[in-house]
C-alpha cells in the first residue's frame, strides 16, 4: 500500500473517531452485550450484536463448500472480501441489506467499518486480484476478517488493522489464502487475542476439486497455544476477553 494512502486512511479514521465520539469510553451496555459470531462454513460468518446483524463473505457453494447450504440469512450489512465465482454471492440474500466491497472507509448505523486492500494471491494479485480485509468494532470489541489473504501482512497494513480482539484468518491455503504456516506468521505479527481459524478442509468439500488443507494442519503449528472447539456459535463480550491469544474453532452444523 502506498505512503500516501496510509496517510489518508489514517487522518480519515481519526476524524471520523473524534466526529463519532468513540475515543471516549464506551456505554456500559455496549462493552457487556457481546457480540455473537456465527459460522455458516468456510469464511462465511454472521456477527450479531450492538442492534447490528453483519454478514461476512457469503459464497456460492462448489468446490471446497459443495457441502454447505447456502448462506442465505436476513442480515442489514454484507461486507465481501473479494468477487470470483465461489465468492461474495449475494444474489438470494434476502432483503435489502448495504453491501461493501472496496478498500475505504464507510459509517454504518453509527459504525465505522475499514476495507483494507491486500493481494489474494502470492503474486502481487495477479492472478485473482485484490482482497479487502474487513475491520470494525461492535459491541466494544475490535474485529478483523482477513477474508482470503495470502500475501504477508505489510507494515501500513498491521498499523490499519491494529490489535485485532477477534481476528477471522484462513489456514487452509491453496492459491488463493494463507497456509498453516502462513497463517502462524500472520498470527505472531498480529498478537490477536482470539483467533477463529477460516477456510479449511472439512467434510462440505469436493474430493476431485478442493485443494486445502484440514484444520488440524494449522493447530499442530501451535502446540502451546489454547484450543476450544465450539458448536457454531459463540458469543464474546469485552469483559471476558483474554489477555494472550487463544484460537477458537466453531463447528459448522451439518
Known sequence: MKRRQLIRYMASSVGTAIGLGIVQKLPVQAQTSGV????????????TGDGRRI????????????????????TDLVMISSFLFDEGFTDEIPGNPRILSEPGIYQF?????????????????RQFGTNVAWRWNQAGLNILHLGGAAAPITVEQRILMGRPDVLLIPVGGGAKAYNPT???EAIR???????????YRTQAADANACDIQPIEDFLNLLPDTPVQRLGDSVTFTRSNLPENTVIRVLSYQF
Not at 189 to 199: C, D, F, K, S
Open 36 to 47: 455473537t459470531v456465527r459460522s455458516l462454513g468456510h469464511m462465511c460468518f454472521q456477527f
Open 55 to 74: 454478514l461476512v463473505n457469503p459464497f456460492r457453494p462448489i468446490g471446497c463448500t459443495a457441502g454447505y447450504r447456502a448462506p442465505n440469512v436476513a
Open 109 to 125: 448505523t453509527g459504525m465505522q467499518v475499514q476495507g483494507i486492500e491486500m493481494a489474494h494471491d502470492r503474486n502481487q494479485g
Open 182 to 184: 502462513e497463517a502462524v
Open 189 to 199: 505479527g498480529l498478537n490477536p487475542r482470539i483467533v477463529i481459524p477460516t477456510q
